[in-house]
Nanobody, 114 residues
Framework: QVQLVESGGGLVQPGGSLRLSCAASGFTFSSYTMAWYRQAPGKERDFVAIIIPPAGNTNYADSVKGRFTISRDNAKNTVYLQMNSLKPEDTAVYYC???????WGQGTQVTVSS
């Protein structure tokens, strides 16, 4: 069955960086569009970034454009989210998502605070 396991979250100061990873299994990873979403306390889950095979085209939410980068390593069945210049408003639980399979990971907490 499809499994998505996120890692890499934590506490970081404003202006800092984190790299999230999502290890996928149970499907042909290289063939599938992968996405990151986030959910802040008391808010809806929002789109962050997406990467589309085979060319690896990407798209981002306006709020993270120029600061976050989504990438994938098909040999490792892993999708990444490099987050730079983090802001307190980036604080949220970050989720990995396979849109066409309707699957979500368990999420990883990112807290940006001084």
């Amino acid at each position: 069955q499809v499994q998505l396991v996120e890692s890499g979250g934590g506490l970081v100061q404003p202006g800092g960086s984190l790299r999230l990873s999502c290890a996928a299994s149970g499907f042909t990873f290289s063939s599938y569009t992968m996405a990151w979403y986030r959910q802040a306390p008391g808010k809806e889950r929002d789109f962050v970034a997406i990467i589309i095979p085979p060319a690896g085209n990407t798209n981002y939410a306006d709020s993270v454009k120029g600061r976050f980068t989504i990438s994938r390593d098909n040999a490792k069945n892993t999708v990444y989210l490099q987050m730079n210049s983090l802001k307190p408003e980036d604080t949220a639980v970050y989720y990995c998502h396979v849109p066409s399979r309707g699957k979500w990971g368990q999420g990883t907490q990112v807290t940006v605070s001084s």
